[in-house]
């Protein structure tokens, strides 16, 4: 029988590390240059100014919701942002931000944070905003 990390269902730990070849994979495609959720709190993230080209893995409390209105704010602001966040297809802040998105890529199976021995207890979604390149007819 899988045991389940109980730390996954609360709010009192809100650093779980991003699976290292799910962030290489990413910043690869995206080239980041800010992370406003860094696993060593030096930055306040949710009153700093961003990069340009955003990684957000945020604490995944009831804080979340603030965090992805922040990242949406970046992005009208013409900042491309990438989230990875769990897919509460349900929640307020999923219908009011998640769903404006330039895309939403559902992860299949479940990710194993921090390098954990099992996996989360929840699937998990990139989420990317990303001002559109302009067509342009020659």
Known sequence: MTRVNRGL???????WKTPRALYQG???????DYDPCPTRPN?????SEW????FVNPP??????????????EYLKGKTVVFLLPSRTDTKWWHDYIMQATEIRFIRGRLK????KNPAP???VI???????KWTTE
């Open 9 to 15: 269902f609360t709010s009192r730990r809100g650093d």
């Open 26 to 32: 990413l910043h690869a495609e995206f080239s980041f």
């Open 43 to 47: 930055i306040n993230g949710l009153e």
């Open 51 to 54: 990069g340009q080209i955003n």
């Open 60 to 73: 995944y409390g009831r804080e979340i919701g603030k965090w992805i209105k922040k990242g949406f704010e």
């Open 113 to 116: 944070f921090d390098d954990q």
């Open 122 to 124: 929840f699937p998990s």
């Open 127 to 133: 989420v990317v905003f990303k001002t559109q390149e």
